[in-house]
């Protein structure tokens, strides 16, 4: 079951010194996600949000009260009003009232009550606490968030760190950065010396391809290796065009031809990576050595794409994979007095480099049919016909720098035209054939 929970969610469990590097970028990557990577930084000296304090409204009964008209220049002479409520001193004096003896002291319960000092005080705290209010409620929100970040992080923690190095490195009162510390210090690896680790594996998984067999397990290491050391920044993969450069470089022995379209007319140097040159060799090899129970297709309409810098529109992809399927009703509407001709010259061609028997390959446009039969080179294209951009580049580069291609579609076009004369020839046999006939009719 865990297995499988962590192809599902590629979630890295932290166990030992082998996991720590992705299970510690897992973790960085969460927390800036989330933007409280400077919270959990082992390097890092923020620190996290304190809870606001709720602000306490004004208390009314600690202004000034109203009196009577008698009264009132006594009471305002005699009377000390207290501080603004909690809002703006820690404590309140009591209000000091020097009374006659005919009156009673009266403590305010509403701002009708209060005089008209001690209701200009009243309000002025009451604006003021409104203020103190709205930037509580602002702080409190950022707070709370901040701990549901922070508690997501630590149940991540929780639940990807094994039971052993829990108990070990995160205390119950610890905080984020003090939990992860721990760990690094408990389980954490040198980057200097993982780095050469991977880049040892990197130039191992280089290793020159000798055979097509296991080009599929060849390719998943080379993946592998080539990301740990491109998530570690390793020298030799910083540079697109020589990671280009040295994986042509181990699979040239295989895949020559489809190495050899990297250096053509339609090589696209900025529209290129390491992910998009992969996808491109797994193509190509799908193709020309596919594992067992899946079979070749007709066209590699990736290498052809590629060839012409971009991605062939699905007409031309039709026309192009249709050549086969198409091509002999064009033959069988010529008549059968062609039939032999026909077959005659691709029994001429059944040995040697323009053969395309059953799983047979062309020379020129790397398609499954014979290079006689090969519409991009002898020219004789029929209407329903579609030349695919990169085949025709491809093609085009071949046949200015393949020697071998050239003399072989010199003596296809040399030999194009002789069945005409072999045709004639036929011909001119066959009345004697009948004439032989005909005495043993005369008889």
């Avoid at 040198?190 to 397990?217: C, F, G, I, Q, S």
Wanted: glycine share 6%; net charge positive; hydrophobic share 30%.
């Amino acid at each position: 079951m865990s297995s499988n929970h962590n192809q599902r969610d590629a979630t890295v469990i932290l166990s030992d010194t082998g996991s720590w590097i992705p299970w510690y970028r897992q973790l960085k990557m969460k927390c800036q996600s989330q933007g409280i990577w400077s919270l959990a930084d082992p390097e890092g000296v923020q620190h996290p949000l304190i809870r606001p304090i709720l602000p306490i409204p004004p208390d009314i009964s600690q202004f000034e009260p109203a009196t009577s008209a008698n009264d009132a220049s006594t009471a305002s002479s005699h009377t000390v009003r207290a501080g603004r409520g909690h809002t703006r001193a820690t404590a309140q004096d009591p209000i000091e009232v020097r009374q006659s003896s005919s009156h009673t002291p009266t403590i305010p319960m509403r701002p009708s009550d209060l005089s008209e000092k001690g209701l200009e005080a009243y309000k002025e705290d009451r604006e003021d606490y409104k203020l103190r209010l709205e930037s509580y409620k602002i702080h409190e929100r950022d707070y709370q968030e901040e701990r549901n970040k922070i508690s997501k992080t630590v149940e991540h923690i929780l639940t990807t760190v094994t039971p052993h190095l829990q108990l070990s490195c995160c205390s119950e009162n610890g905080t984020l950065r003090e939990w992860i510390t721990a760990l690094q210090g408990t389980v954490g690896v040198d980057v200097d010396e993982e780095r050469a680790r991977v880049r040892e594996r990197y130039h191992a998984a280089l290793k020159p391809m000798r055979t097509p067999a296991n080009w599929e397990a060849w390719l998943s290491e080379y993946d592998q290796a080539a990301t740990r050391a491109e998530t570690l920044e390793v020298a030799e993969v910083m540079q697109t065009q020589a990671v280009i450069d040295d994986f042509l470089g181990s699979v040239s022995k295989v895949a020559s031809t489809w190495t050899a379209a990297f250096h053509g007319p339609g090589y696209d140097k900025k529209a290129i990576n390491r992910k998009r040159m992969m996808k491109l060799f797994r193509d190509h090899m799908s193709l020309h050595n596919p594992s067992r129970g899946k079979p070749k297709s007709a066209f590699s309409v990736v290498e052809a794409s590629y060839a012409a810098g971009g991605e062939s529109d699905s007409a031309t992809q039709r026309g192009a994979s249709s050549v086969e399927i198409r091509a002999p009703s064009t033959t069988n509407n010529q008549g059968r007095g062609n039939s032999k001709p026909t077959n005659k010259r691709k029994n001429r061609q059944s040995t040697g480099r323009g053969t395309a028997s059953a799983g047979g390959i062309c020379p020129a446009c790397e398609q499954p049919h014979n290079i006689a039969d090969c519409y991009y080179v002898n020219g004789q294209q029929p209407e329903w016909f579609k030349p695919n951009r990169g085949i025709t580049k491809l093609v085009q580069y071949k046949l200015e720098h393949d020697p071998s291609l050239q003399k072989l579609v010199e003596e296809n076009i040399h030999e194009s035209k002789r069945p005409r004369l072999t045709t004639m020839a036929s011909r001119s046999i066959t009345p004697q054939i009948k004439t032989s006939h005909t005495p043993e009719s005369s008889g």
